[in-house]
């Protein structure tokens, strides 16, 4: 079992990097070349969308329509929490999660040690 630490947004070339396994055709990503999710740090996982409950678009019977809004904001200058790139524009949320599996290499943590070597 992850543990769930919340929510976060983030930007465009980590939402699609992490959907797709890629985002843009060179190191450009944006403007500012940040490398995405490099924020992210060892030891924690993502998924996409928002938790059901973090929804703001429930009826008064606790129901959610099947498609809305929350989880994306069309604009915002804040910092993206996956790889911390202060360029403005489209947020996408993300549930952050603390992985408590005790194995001594994750997949993550190979992940980071090919970042530091690379
Ligand atoms: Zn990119
Ligand atoms: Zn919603
Ligand atoms: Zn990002």
């Known amino acids: 079992m992850d543990a769930l630490i919340g929510t976060i947004w983030v ?3 980590c939402m699609l990097s992490h959907a797709n396994g890629e985002c843009c055709t060179d190191d450009d990503h944006g403007g500012d070349g940040i490398e995405p999710w490099s924020d992210l740090e060892p030891g924690h996982s993502v998924t996409m969308g928002l938790l059901d ?31 911390g790139s202060w360029l403005a524009g489209h947020r996408c949320a993300f549930a952050l999660w603390r992985r408590v599996t005790r194995l001594p290499m994750s997949h993550v943590n190979i992940m980071a040690l090919y970042a530091t070597v690379s």
């Open 11 to 13: 930007c465009v070339c």
């Open 53 to 83: 409950e973090e929804h703001g678009c429930h009826d008064d019977e606790g129901n959610r329509p099947d498609e809305c809004d929350c989880e994306c904001r069309e604009f915002s200058k804040s910092r993206c929490d996956g790889c």
